[in-house]
């Protein structure tokens, strides 16, 4: 299973090098155009993620939901 970022490059990729459209470089790479188009309005909180990454990993029974 290909992650949505890998698909948004192969997506620019092939439309940057082989002149394609939005549509039929989607088509090829098989991803949903709101897919390429869709930007995150969430801020990325990468030390909170952290923080709780390293919690969880401390109390594995817990895991990561009873954390946050």
Not at 21 to 47: L, Q, Y
Request: charge should be positive; hydrophobic fraction near 35%.
């Amino acid at each position: 299973m290909v992650r949505p970022a890998v698909k948004r490059e192969a997506v620019t990729h092939l439309q940057a090098r082989l002149n394609l459209s939005e549509r039929r470089a989607c088509r090829i790479v098989g991803a949903d155009r709101k897919m390429i188009r869709f930007r995150s309005c969430h801020p990325a909180d990468t030390e909170l993620r952290g923080k709780l990454r390293d919690l969880a990993n401390e109390w594995r029974r817990f895991g990561y939901r009873p954390l946050s």
